[in-house]
């Protein structure tokens, strides 16, 4: 592909596999004296967070950062993240995650009712693959310390098995209150039909679920965690709380389901936000900036 269309850059995301690849095309390009575009890496998070942690593939995660032109990372935790774990100084620019959000093709009423969700209830949403960082016990007790209002509900966007929680679940007194959707591609739908995002990771690199329920116009309730506070403004388009504060979230919670006009109001901020600062024509424009310099210093 490169040699068929003459690219300038060559964006991966990901250190390991992609960037290792990049790097090994690169090579071997350079053997057959085939001019080979710049490499310029994105940091997501996993590499560092998980993948980094593992000794033996470390090295390889380290090299493939420090041999591209080029390495942007999602938000400024993550660059402070790579450089503790990988003791590198090499520079990394940040640029944040955008989304576009799409047009809901079922309105709110349409997806409550198939929910089984009533419109006086107050529904509140959580999206995540699920993995231990996302503290789903957290979530779940929440929901438990709000019981005494009835109308409290939640409804989680499955990315993965949520076969281990249900015993905990059952153990809660919460299985009335849960409802699991897995595998949902039109998330805009379930998210335009709820009222408010709740996240408990005690790790985010950045915290795209909760940038994709700020897009619909939905306040969030979240850990001050990670990238999270970067783009969240605590008070304003919702509330940040430390990890494991389950009871200060419930607090919260249950104060919000009784005021509307809050809600609505910090649902406007967060949506407001999402548009003005994490759009895809801003970001893309910040990445475009980017490659002109990575071209004009890597030659």
């Known amino acids: 592909i490169s040699k068929k269309y003459k690219l300038d850059i060559l964006h991966v995301h990901y250190a390991v596999p992609h960037a290792t690849a990049a790097l090994l095309a690169k ?35 380290k090299y493939s950062i420090e ?25 990394i620019e940040v640029i944040h995650n955008f989304y576009t959000p799409k047009k809901a093709t079922k309105s709110r009423a349409v ?8 419109e006086a209830e107050f529904l509140v949403i959580h999206l995540s693959n699920l993995r231990p960082v996302k503290r789903i016990p957290d979530l779940l007790k929440i929901i438990s310390k709000v019981k005494k209002n009835k109308n409290i509900k939640l409804l989680i966007l499955a990315g993965g098995d949520f076969a281990p929680y249900e015993s905990l679940v059952k153990k809660l007194g919460i299985t009335d209150r849960i409802i699991i959707k897995k595998n949902i591609l039109d998330i805009e739908n379930y998210i335009n039909a709820s009222d408010i995002g709740l996240y408990t990771s005690s790790e ?33 388009t919702g509330f940040l709380f430390g990890v494991g504060k389950v009871d200060d979230f419930a607090r919260k919670l249950l104060e919000l389901s009784n005021k509307d006009e809050l809600v609505k109001e910090l649902g406007q901020n967060a949506s407001m936000r999402a548009q003005a600062g994490y759009s895809s024509v801003k970001i893309v424009n ?12 890597c030659k």
């Open 27 to 61: 090579d071997i390009a350079r053997e057959e004296k085939i001019p080979f575009p710049n490499v310029v890496t994105t940091l997501h998070g996993t590499d560092i967070t998980l993948l980094a942690r593992d000794k033996t593939v470390m090295p390889v995660i």
């Open 111 to 118: 997806i409550r009712k198939s929910l089984g969700v009533k």
């Open 286 to 297: 910040q990445y475009l900036e980017y490659y002109r310099k990575i071209i004009s210093m």
């Open 67 to 91: 041999s591209s032109c080029g390495v942007t990372a999602v938000s400024e935790s993550l660059k402070r993240d790579t450089k503790k774990a990988l003791n590198t100084t090499r520079q």
């Open 204 to 236: 985010e690199s950045f915290g795209m679920g909760i940038l994709e329920t700020m897009s619909y116009g939905k306040p969030v309730l979240a850990t001050n965690a990670g990238g999270i506070p970067e783009f969240m403004q605590n008070g304003k």
